[in-house]
C-alpha cells in the first residue's frame, strides 16, 4: 500500500545512493533528508490513520538500508573501522537474536511491529555518527560502546512487550 508515509519511507533508498558520489554537500543533504523522513513519516501515517504492518516494516527496513549503504561507503573509503561499523549495527544482532528466541520460544506470532524507544535513539544516533564521518570526526570508543548497550536496551524493550502477562499469585 503506497500512502505519504510509506513513500517517504521508500524515499530513503535513493537517498542513500547519493553516497556513491564523492561529495560532501549531497552526502550531507542525505542524511538529513533521511533523519527528517524518519521523524516524520510515522507521524503522518498516524495522523491520516493509515498505520499498516508493511508501513510498520518498511520504515525500519529503510532506515537500516540507509545506514547500512552508507556505513559501507565509509567503510570501502576507510573512513570507518570495521569494528566502529559492527558496533553501530550492533542493534540489529540484538534484533535477530530477540526474533532467534521468539521462534525458538514459538511466540513469533506475538511479535507486534512498532518502533521501540531505544531503537529510534540509536537510528538518530547512527544519523549523527554519519554526519560526523562525513568531516572526518574521530569518535571516542565509548560513542560506539553506546550503540551496543542501545541494542540491549531495545532487546529488553522488545522482550517486555511480548513477555507473557505474570500469573495473578492472589488467587
Keep these: 500500500m503506497i500512502t505519504l508515509s510509506n513513500g517517504l519511507s521508500f524515499f530513503r533508498a535513493p537517498l542513500a545512493l547519493l553516497f556513491l558520489q564523492e561529495n560532501s554537500s549531497l ?15 510515522g507521524y503522518l501515517a498516524r495522523r491520516y490513520l493509515s498505520t499498516s504492518r508493511f508501513g510498520a516494516i518498511l520504515d525500519p527496513a529503510m532506515d537500516k538500508f540507509f545506514v547500512y549503504f552508507a556505513l559501507t561507503v565509509f567503510y570501502t573509503e ?4 570495521s569494528w566502529e561499523a559492527a558496533a553501530m549495527l550492533s542493534r540489529d544482532f540484538f534484533l535477530i537474536l530477540y526474533g532467534l528466541l521468539m521462534c525458538v520460544t514459538r511466540r513469533w506470532k506475538s511479535i507486534v511491529f512498532r518502533s521501540v524507544r531505544w531503537g529510534k535513539v540509536t537510528t538518530a544516533l547512527q544519523f549523527i555518527v554519519l554526519i560526523g564521518l562525513l568531516y572526518n570526526t574521530s569518535f571516542p570508543w565509548i560513542a560506539f560502546a553506546a550503540f551496543v548497550a542501545m541494542g540491549w536496551l531495545a532487546f529488553l524493550e522488545l522482550f517486555q512487550l511480548t513477555a507473557p502477562a505474570p500469573a495473578n499469585l492472589s488467587e
Excluded: E, K
Excluded at 27 to 41: E, Q, Y
Excluded at 78 to 81: E, M
Design 27 to 41: 552526502r550531507l543533504l542525505a542524511v538529513i533528508l533521511a533523519a527528517i523522513t524518519d521523524s516524520i513519516d
Design 78 to 81: 576507510g573512513r570507518v573501522a
